[in-house]
């Protein structure tokens, strides 16, 4: 038999590239290429992609769940759970179970399409995930701004002429909200055209230096610096709102504007007035724009601002729902009929620090403080669902040190790690060959409208449940019934259909949904007959009959197995607008009453060194370390400083240097560059590794040190209740010179990055 080929969509980031794989007769991963046939990514491909076939045969991967570290039967784990989840229900009640939820389930199909049951099953307030370690801001924004959380507007890369990117280092991160094959490539393709594109960041990064201009900023004052650009386009007469946009707030905006000046937000933010004066204009005079904002804009302290005020300019300058500006993407599996209702946040609030629900669900950075205070609701136990929230979290250290109080952890992970060294049932998913791919959660953020599903390269060994499975099987436990999974999936797919039959505006509208159902698919998996008929009631669907040529998922997978391109981004703001009142909300309340907390930033004495993030091209947050191929070179975790600090504080090249926060201290190797901006130092998350109790081999032997043991979970977006990483206050103290010895490799015990693990240990 020999090798043989397969296709599928990268799972690593979100730029959702096309693979092709070569596989030997066990079914291990030998060769990985780009998909030149892939209509979106063309071939594109990165080191993480190219080496995918390394992090599938990972000989530290789980094969097997272990309870309290023994390997055991699946169905072994699963009696576990149940078992020690209703006693911790019956003892405490449901408050009492967190549920966290990571990064990679936004990666898959098991997370979005059985996420949300498990959730539901288990019938509590305590919801985390990392959405509040990243983008809630933008949902925030978005949900106020244009009534659904998840319409979020994307840059139109391929056709813009000028791209103002705050916060977004895409040559490194491949691009999120905005998944973009070849990223830089396509930011070439603006200059070469003509275009424009204009950096803000207080990094000079591998994406500034690719542009035609760069700006430092300082971390954490995007907002003051957006509010000034909006002032100038009031003041200087700028704006050119499109006739006939249902828009409402602008006079309430324009009010606020008129205290944040260029002149007055310029020592604040370190951008010079007549730079953000001609920003403005230029803006304002782009025949296509798009302002683009991403997570430096959002783990900030006035991350919902930011987020708001990128969309605002936008709208402002014509360029909302336009081509070549900011634009929603039409998923082929979401249907497009919704509802008009009011988007509201904080329809509960958390138990210890009262902070406002968002989308369901409650800020990671209030975690630890849930489990720690006693008190009726106090979390007993904690199921995590592809997190490493000990490593990712605001001051992840102290959950570290929590988690071993908990009566229960629960985690659906492969790894053995700083989260998961915790937990007293892991279930492990099958690798990522085995698994099959269509990016529910990410399609909604693609610049091009297009399609992609990948059934699994290789069947799953007996016995094996994919993740699929496992979670279904969580909900099912959680829930307390006798349903089976298959239960589940009838159920959802029952509700939809009955709400598609029900909705005016859907393919079926009048249908009867009990005659729908036999339409799908058979013989697949029911995961399979929910993704056809999410294809099916979506806008290029088929619709049941109601066009014949459009899609299914049978035709997606055999027709199209290289993805199908569904065309550019079409202006669809009168399908995505439900606010209540049915107009844009360009000056939410909410939004406005935090604008004088922007405006008394304007006066505060600013920090004399501040920290922010950074990613690394062969990294991704805690998971990527134990790759050999992937290990050396820039990836490693030293912390950058301007050479003008570094001067000051005695500090050189290859110095160790403690670096302590309000929350604690760590220990890290100095690298100075005039990439970072004066006053900011900079170190990469989700390092840390090596701790007693984790398995990832290759990650422990450079473990580098966790940057959220000094973040601080109190530093956060109010709006949002997001974790505010960049701009947390730090100082240096050098510890040892560049030449000592042991410098190399700072070993997990000897800095404090986690301190209670090396004892639990
Ligand atoms: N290689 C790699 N790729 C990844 C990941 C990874 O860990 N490694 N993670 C994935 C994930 S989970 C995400 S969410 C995406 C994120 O994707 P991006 O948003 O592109 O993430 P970063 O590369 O961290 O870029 C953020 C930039 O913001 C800058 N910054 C920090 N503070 C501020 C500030 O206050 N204002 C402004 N204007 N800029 C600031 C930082 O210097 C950094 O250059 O990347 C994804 N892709
Ligand atoms: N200081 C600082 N902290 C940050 C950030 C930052 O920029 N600075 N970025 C934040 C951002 S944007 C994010 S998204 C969060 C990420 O936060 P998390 O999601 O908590 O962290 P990850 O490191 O992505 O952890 C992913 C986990 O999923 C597991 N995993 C991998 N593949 C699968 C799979 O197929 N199924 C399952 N079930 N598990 C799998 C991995 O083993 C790992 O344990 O971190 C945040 N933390
Ligand atoms: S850019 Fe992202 S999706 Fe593309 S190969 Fe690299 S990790 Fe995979
Ligand atoms: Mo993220």
Redesign the pocket.
């Known amino acids: 038999m020999g090798s043989r080929r397969a296709w599928r969509t990268c799972p690593l980031?979100?730029a959702l590239c096309g693979l092709e794989l070569t596989l030997d007769e066990a079914g291990g991963i030998t060769g990985v290429r780009g998909d030149r046939d892939d209509p979106l990514s063309a071939g594109f491909l990165c080191p993480k992609g190219a080496t995918l076939g390394a992090l599938d045969g990972d000989p530290d991967r789980l094969d097997a769940p272990l309870v309290r570290g023994v390997p055991v039967g699946w169905d072994e784990a699963f009696e576990a759970v149940r078992d020690e989840l209703s006693g911790v229900i019956a003892r405490y009640g449901r408050d009492a179970v967190a549920i966290y939820i990571g990064?990679p389930t936004a990666h898959s199909v098991a997370g979005p399409l059985y996420g949300s049951a498990l959730i539901k099953a288990l019938g509590t307030r305590n919801v985390y995930t990392a959405s509040t370690a990243?983008q809630m801001p933008k949902h925030v924004s978005c949900g106020h701004l244009f009534g659904d959380p998840l319409a979020v507007p994307v840059p139109d890369l391929d056709r813009t002429g000028y791209l103002l990117m705050?916060?977004?280092?895409?040559l490194?991160?491949?691009?999120?909200l905005c998944s973009a094959p070849d990223f830089g490539g396509r930011l070439k393709a603006i200059r070469a055209r003509g275009g424009r594109v204009v950096v803000?960041?207080?990094?000079r990064?591998r994406t500034a230096s690719l542009a035609d201009e760069h700006l430092f900023?300082r971390?954490?004052t995007?907002a003051h610096l957006l509010m000034a650009l909006v002032h100038t386009l009031f003041a200087e007469e700028l704006t050119s709102i499109p006739e006939g946009l249902p828009l409402n707030g602008l006079d309430e905006l324009r009010a606020i504007a008129v205290g944040f000046s260029p002149e007055r937000v310029a020592p604040v933010t370190g951008v010079p007035a007549e730079v953000i004066r001609r920003i403005a204009h230029e803006l304002a005079a782009a025949e296509h724009a798009a302002v683009y904002g991403?997570?430096?804009?959002c783990t900030?302290e006035f991350g919902t601002l930011a987020s708001w005020l990128v969309d605002v300019l936008n709208i402002l300058t014509g360029n909302l729902d336009r081509p070549g500006g900011a634009m929603f993407p039409r998923p082929a599996h979401l249907a497009v009929y919704r509802k008009r209702r009011p988007f509201t946040t904080g329809r509960w609030r958390s138990r210890v620090r009262g902070l406002p629900e968002t989308m369901g669900e409650l800020p990671v950075a209030t975690l630890a403080d849930e489990i720690e205070t006693p008190g009726e609701g106090q979390i007993r136990a904690l199921i995590t669902v592809g997190g490493n929230p000990v490593l990712s979290a605001p001051d992840g250290a102290r959950l570290d040190r929590l988690l071993p109080s908990l009566d229960l952890v629960v985690s659906v992970d492969p790894y053995l790690n700083e989260t998961t060294r915790h937990a007293h049932v892991l279930l492990p998913p099958p690798r990522p060959a085995q698994t099959p791919h269509y990016d529910v959660a990410l399609l909604a953020f693609a610049v091009r409208d297009y399609a992609r599903y990948s059934p699994p390269a290789v069947p799953l060994p007996d016995g094996r449940p994919a993740e699929t499975e496992i979670i279904a099987r969580l909900a099912t436990i959680a829930a307390g019934t006798d349903a089976s999974t298959a239960d589940l999936d009838e159920l959802v797919i029952m509700t939809t259909l009955g709400r598609a039959v029900a909705a005016p505006g859907s393919p079926v509208y009048g249908r009867d949904p009990v005659e729908l159902r036999k339409e799908l698919a058979s013989g697949s998996s029911l995961t399979e007959q929910r993704l056809d008929m999410m294809l099916r009631l979506g806008p290029y669907g088929e619709g049941f009959g109601a066009d014949p040529s459009g899609l299914t998922l049978a035709r997606l997978r055999d027709e199209h197995r290289h993805g199908i391109d569904l065309g550019p981004l079409k202006p669809r703001l009168d399908e995505v607008l439900c606010t209540a009142s049915g107009r844009i909300e360009l000056c939410p309340p909410a939004f406005a009453a935090d604008t004088d907390r922007l405006a008394a930033a304007l006066d505060a004495p600013p920090a004399d060194l501040v920290l922010?993030?950074?990613?690394?091209?062969r990294?991704?947050?805690s998971w990527l370390h134990n790759v050999p191929q992937l290990r050396g070179g820039s990836n490693t975790c030293t912390l950058q400083l301007n050479p003008a600090d570094a001067d000051r504080l005695g500090i050189a090249e290859g110095t160790l240097v403690r670096v302590t926060s309000r929350t604690g201290t760590v220990e890290a190797v100095a690298a100075p560059t005039d990439t970072v901006m004066p006053g900011v130092v900079?170190l990469p998350h989700?390092w840390g590794h090596g701790l007693p109790g984790t398995r990832a081999r290759v990650a422990a032997t450079d473990p580098g040190v966790s940057v959220n043991a000094i973040t601080d979970d109190q530093f956060i977006d109010p709006l949002s209740g997001n974790a505010a990483f960049?701009?947390v206050p730090v100082t240096l103290t050098p510890l040892r010179a560049a030449d000592s010895p042991s410098l190399s490799s700072v070993s997990p015990s000897a800095s404090s990055a986690s301190p209670s693990s090396s004892a639990s240990g």
């Open positions: 980031c979100e990064n990243d705050l916060g977004a280092n895409p490194e991160s491949n691009g999120s803000v960041d207080p990094r990064t900023v971390p954490g995007d991403r997570i430096g804009t900030q922010i993030g950074r990613r690394q091209l990294s991704n947050n900079s989700g960049n701009g």
